[in-house]
């Protein structure tokens, strides 16, 4: 598939974005999602991976460790997140209630840690670009788990909200480590561009993108159409992602009001 790719559930309810074994290892990281019918239950366990388990759409339970907790989710724009992330060794069931959706990030860590639910009010919702610009790049971004507050984890996750029109991960930056952006649209004829480097995409509801590291990657959203992506960062091993690391040539745009 490439830098960019949108595709399509299998027979088994599942859609592959990017795989350590596939066209995209250099991700270093598997991301998929599953849809769930009413009362169907998947099992995860790894004996050397780490995994992250977001709620898209639905409501499901998620079991684990003796514990379980119902998480609700109408759609990514009006409501936040709930993400179950848990270490290797770690076994977790995940029981739709009504028809669901989830989206998985998994990668090898050699670390054990405590399970954690991340709910809306335990991840960090920041609305970023007020000022700049002319309000042209004005967006939400949520955080649930990054280095900062995980540093046992070789992951991060969060999502973004653009308006209409709007640009995200503005001004241009770029970092090391590699990620990987997957999209939803407000309506499903919505699009926007993402940018790679010096490569441009249509990006539209459930596509992807996947982001080498060095790579600049602004995105933006078509008038009309509001834009989400979940974005999800591998760390390097030794040099983890704790900040984005801004193009020279654009940070001008500091003093665009």
Known sequence: MGLYGKPEYNILGIKELVSRK???ANMLQDVYCMKLKACEVKSFYSECDETAVL??????VYKWNGREEKASRGNVFEDGMYVLHFSKETKVEVCAVKDSEILIQATDNDRTFEAKLYRPEDCSDVTSG???CRGTCVRLVRTAFDYHN???SNMVMGEVISN???WTSYVPHWH??????YYRFDKPQGFGAGFVGDKAFKVEDDSFIAIPGGE?????????YRMYYVWMIRHLPGNPWTDRIEDPDHTWLYDFK
């Open 22 to 24: 596939g066209e995209n």
């Open 55 to 60: 709620l898209m759409q639905g409501e499901i």
């Open 130 to 132: 007020e000022g700049l």
């Open 150 to 152: 995980a540093p046992y």
């Open 164 to 166: 209409q029109g709007g």
């Open 176 to 181: 090391p480590q590699p990620e990987v952006y």
């Open 216 to 224: 600049t990657h602004p995105q933006s959203s078509a008038p009309g």
